[in-house]
């Protein structure tokens, strides 16, 4: 599903993301983990075109994003990948004038150009999956951080994304709102959804994920099973970073 070969990322001169060479398999769920300002948000933001490469090249579904190639020939490749990535942030960004049911049709009414009837069966059905039936016509300042982050959600999903990636989506969650957006996460993991999650949630990361990637100054450090990687982490700088959090 992702092919990133040799993949640099500068900005200005200094180098965020060195030399990154990675393979993601359909279905796999990936749990990206390691310290503040070790170029794991970069890192999603280049898989998703939101950040321009410097060099290397990154192959989401067969469309391609090649530093070597010229930035207009990229676009396209780069609304390829737009329509097949969905992004979760850190904060949720929903419109606040439309209501939650709204806002999940959205994309659907402009990207897609969907009829209202269909788009509104559609979002109906993606608000049920993430637990928010009952709040389709609320607007998003009537709802708690965690609901909001599901809407989030199901307006990613409503693009019928081939891959999703989430960027510290509970970091803004007060502690007991996480375990709800978490179970969403876990059962979109247990339906076979290829997944990228940039998270410090260790306990999410050890029982949901597939694999361990340990970034540190813009190198995958660690590549590991998560059992392996909790258990038996091969580099200092892993133990060094697993000793603060957890
Ligand atoms: P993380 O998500 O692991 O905390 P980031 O990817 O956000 O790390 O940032 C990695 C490094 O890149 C940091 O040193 C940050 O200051 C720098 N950085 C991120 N975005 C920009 C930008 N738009 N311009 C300049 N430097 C940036
Ligand atoms: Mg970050």
Do not use: W
């Amino acid at each position: 599903m992702i092919e990133i070969n040799h993949l640099e990322k500068k900005f200005g001169e200094q180098r965020i993301l060195k030399d990154i060479s990675l393979s993601i398999p359909a279905h796999q769920v990936v749990a990206v983990i390691g310290p503040s300002g070790s170029g794991k948000s970069t890192f999603l933001r280049c898989i998703n075109g939101l950040e321009t490469i410097t060099s290397g090249s990154i192959s989401v579904d067969g469309h391609v994003i090649d530093a070597s190639v010229g930035k207009k020939e990229q676009q396209k490749e780069i609304y390829a990948i737009r329509q097949k990535a969905g992004m979760v942030f850190q904060q949720f960004n929903l419109y606040p004038h439309k209501t939650v049911i709204e806002n999940v049709m959205e994309a659907l009414l402009v990207v897609k150009k969907m009829k209202k009837e269909k788009a509104y069966s559609i979002a109906a059905n993606l608000l049920e999956k993430v637990g928010l039936s009952d709040k389709k016509d609320v607007y998003p300042s009537q709802l708690s951080g965690g609901q909001q982050q599901r809407v989030a959600i199901a307006r990613a999903l409503a693009m019928e994304p081939k891959l999703m990636l989430f960027d510290e989506p509970t970091s803004a969650l007060d502690p007991e709102l996480v375990g709800d957006v978490l179970k969403v996460m876990k059962q979109l993991a247990e339906d076979g959804m290829t997944m990228i999650i940039v998270t410090h949630e260790m306990n999410f990361a050890r029982n949901v994920a597939d694999r361990i990637l340990f970034m540190a100054d813009g190198i995958i450090v660690e590549d590991a099973k998560p059992e392996s990687f909790f258990h038996q982490p091969e580099t200092e700088r892993a133990k060094q970073f697993l000793r603060k959090v957890t």
